[in-house]
């Protein structure tokens, strides 16, 4: 059974830092589809960064290019995201996701946007930015 556990979140003030961790369990991190998505109140999920095989192919929401960064710890098998110069329209719970391994491989590029491919979900962690 895969499981996903987030943490890391919390109250920052802009143009502060975050790094949230996904620890991963029956699922291996470096050679699987797994991603970061984010929903604020009100709003869809969304996609914020995902990748396959450890960051062979990533991909980055035009929001949060040049300021989060995906990785991930192959001995720990801990997805991780750093986050930078956070915004106030940063705030959402997070999530962490992992699809697939034996359909992923055959995405394009859109799928890996897309929420619904992912089949398994952590319970989320809350990252709040005041600005």
């Known amino acids: 059974q895969v499981q996903l556990v987030e943490s890391g979140g919390g109250s920052v003030q802009a143009g502060g830092s975050l790094t949230l961790s996904c620890a991963a369990s029956?699922?291996?991190?470096?050679?699987?589809?797994m991603g970061w998505f984010r929903q604020a109140p009100g709003k869809e999920r969304e996609v914020v960064a995902s990748?396959?095989?450890?960051?062979?192919?990533?991909y980055y929401a035009d929001f949060v290019k040049g300021r989060f960064t995906i990785s991930q710890d192959n001995g720990k098998n801990t997805l991780y995201l750093q986050m930078n110069r956070l915004k106030a329209e940063d705030t959402a719970m997070y999530y962490c996701a992992a699809a697939n391994q034996a359909r992923c491989p055959y995405w394009s590029a859109n799928q890996f946007k897309d929420p619904a491919n992912f089949g398994v979900w952590g319970q989320g962690t809350q990252v709040t930015v005041s600005s």
């Open positions: 990748f396959y095989i450890g960051g062979v192919s990533t």
């Open positions: 029956g699922y291996i991190v470096s050679s699987g589809c």
